[in-house]
């Protein structure tokens, strides 16, 4: 088992660009989680998908973030455009859900964005 | 607004000596504690957890205790070793959404 990968594992971009992360969950797991790690807030949850389809997306900064997973093996995470205070870690996780419950997330080794 | 909140940022702990967490929750939705372990440039990996109807877990050298009417609980690592140093993370889940809320965090550091 390969784990939930990410990619990049680095993005260093200027202000105003657009990135793109990516996340390819673990195998068989039908619930996707993007969550951003500060010093200040730890981790917050940003969205979460099960089957494909996006549950809650409360925790979406703004509107220059968006979220989609166009099947059950890949999602992308795009911040657009991209300011300094988003620079963060941004970490994937996927878990199985089923009736009577959900497994423990599994996170993926994380995107560290820097915006300068 | 944090539900879930982990005060002490670090911790420091000798070789062999007990290490003790803590976190503290606002909400009564929470059904599930967990706690996870993470290591630099890796992401959190699930350490152990306690339903909300439990006040004791033990795993090992790990013991989550949860205080329900204090809302609080407390992870237990005993005996401490080096390879236990890392930032550990409180998790709360919502029993209406099954939300995982995490907390800020706190990094253990355990000394030869």
């Known amino acids: 088992d390969a784990g939930v990968i990410q990619s990049p594992r680095h993005e260093v971009t200027e202000m105003g660009q657009e990135v793109t992360l990516r996340c390819k969950p673990i195998s068989g797991h039908n619930s996707l989680f993007w969550y951003r790690q500060t010093m200040m807030r730890g981790l917050e949850l940003l969205i979460y998908f099960n089957n494909n389809v996006p549950i809650d997306d409360s925790g979406m900064p703004e509107d220059r973030f968006s979220a989609k997973m166009p099947n059950a093996s890949f999602s992308t995470l795009k911040i657009q455009p991209s300011e300094p205070r988003d620079s963060a870690v941004y970490f994937c996780?996927?878990?199985?859900?089923?009736?009577?419950?959900?497994?423990?997330?599994?996170f993926g080794n994380g995107t560290r964005l820097t915006v300068t | 607004d944090q539900q879930v909140k982990q005060n002490s940022p670090s911790l420091s702990v000798q070789e062999g000596r007990i290490s003790i967490l803590n976190c503290d929750y606002t909400?009564?939705?929470?059904?599930?504690f967990l706690w996870y372990k993470k290591y630099p440039a890796e992401g959190p990996t699930f350490l152990i957890s306690i339903s909300s109807i439990k006040d004791k877990n033990e795993d090992g050298r790990f013991t989550v205790f949860l205080n329900k009417s204090a809302k609080h609980l407390s992870l237990h690592i005993v005996p401490s070793q080096p390879g236990d140093s890392a930032v550990y993370f409180c998790?709360?889940?919502?029993?209406?959404?099954?939300?995982?809320?995490f907390g800020q965090g706190t990094t253990l550091q355990v000394k030869p």
């Open positions: 909400n009564s939705m929470f059904d599930y």
């Open positions: 996780a996927s878990s199985l859900l089923i009736a009577g419950g959900r497994s423990p997330l599994h």
């Open positions: 998790a709360a889940k919502l029993v209406d959404t099954g939300k995982l809320i």
